[in-house]
């Protein structure tokens, strides 16, 4: 199957080519065998070089086999010309062989960036299992860049003996810059998530991490939370508020009087932001989010999460962080801005 990658355009033509042929007559002035040259240059840009040969060789055949039925090749023909632009047509379809190898090991080496890029990005931003400890977890990321699994938007959960903590963020800017400080956050709350006791410590070390790492000019805005027994505690750090699907299907904001600043402004307020605590029951949902769902544009304005949740989400949490996907996608015409998270977190009834 490999030998016949990609030849598939270049023998169709071919074939057109030879039926016109026929069809037009057997004189030399219907003789359509020079357009044959194309097959092989259409060949390069999707064939291995042995299927460009391939196409070549039937190229030849084909132009050798039209030259007999258009009297190309009489006995009153100067046979010589014929030969000169055969070997002008081997000359191509070498060149041809020679750009498809190239191509093929540009391929392979893109190829081979790809997957180490495709590890580092997976290694940041780590697939969530279904289910961690006492709650269950739906996803969906949607990266702005080209190509890209990751930007400038973090998450993360973790089984801590504190609880489950759940980590939102949204890194200021975009691109590799925003890559390497979301790194900069997650490698630190996955470091000290699991020993330091208090919320609000656990991100002022976090903070305290991240700082040394970031530029004058640039913030994290982060959303911290702990889950309890029969609540959820919540840390704004500059981030968006979260929003909770109640079991009767009424939807409440998460928000607090008194945020933080965002993670790297720390510094320039004197008082220390306080967490809070919300009741979080069997049969709610927790939404998480950054500002890239909130902040997308679609005809009628920005996407409206808040009126939108109550009917998407349901006890399936991946499914409804797919819906969520899907639906916010068509507010926008299939299109993404800004890099966008959708968290959806509940109760696990096993435990």
């Known amino acids: 199957m490999e030998l016949w990658r990609g030849t598939r355009a270049a023998l169709l033509f071919t074939l057109v080519v030879a039926v016109l042929d ?53 006995e009153t023909a100067d046979t010589r010309v014929f030969a000169i632009r055969t070997f002008g047509y081997v000359a191509v379809i070498a060149a041809a062989m020679a750009l498809a190898a190239r191509r093929q090991r540009g391929e392979h080496k893109l190829r081979a960036v790809t997957s180490v890029a495709l590890a580092a990005q997976h290694a940041i931003l780590r697939d969530l299992p279904a289910a961690v400890t006492d709650v269950r977890v739906g996803l969906r990321y949607v990266s702005a860049a080209d190509e890209a699994l990751i930007g400038g938007d973090l998450y993360d959960v973790a089984a801590t003996p504190y609880g489950t903590r759940i980590l939102v963020g949204d890194v200021k800017g975009s691109g590799l810059g925003a890559v390497y400080a979301a790194s900069i956050v997650l490698g630190a709350f996955r470091a000290l998530a699991y020993d ?53 299907r009424t939807v409440a904001t998460l928000d607090t009087a008194l945020p933080g600043p965002p993670l790297g402004y720390g510094h320039l307020v004197d008082t220390r932001p ?25 005809e009628g304005g920005f996407y409206p999460l808040a009126r939108r949740v109550a009917v998407l989400v349901d006890e399936d949490l991946d499914a409804s962080a797919g819906r969520l996907h899907a639906d916010l996608l068509r507010h926008t015409g299939r299109a993404l801005s800004d890099d966008a998270v959708l968290l959806l977190v509940a109760r696990n009834p096993l435990l």
């Open 22 to 74: 026929v069809v037009l007559g057997d004189t030399e002035q219907t003789y359509l065998a020079p357009l044959l040259i194309a097959a092989p240059a259409m060949a390069a840009g999707a064939a291995t070089p042995a299927g460009v040969a391939v196409v070549g060789g039937v190229v030849l055949a084909v132009r050798y086999g039209l030259a007999l039925y258009d009297n190309v090749l009489s």
């Open 196 to 248: 330091e006791p208090d919320l609000a410590e656990l991100a002022r070390r976090v903070e305290a991490t991240v700082y040394r790492h970031l530029a004058a000019d640039d913030f994290i805005t982060a959303l911290f939370l702990q889950v309890g027994p029969d609540d959820v505690t919540v840390l704004h750090r500059g981030h968006v508020p979260p929003l909770v699907v109640r079991a009767d």
């Open 274 to 298: 306080a967490p809070w605590s919300a009741a979080f029951k069997d049969g709610d949902t927790l939404v998480l989010y950054t500002d890239g769902v909130i902040e997308a544009r679609g």
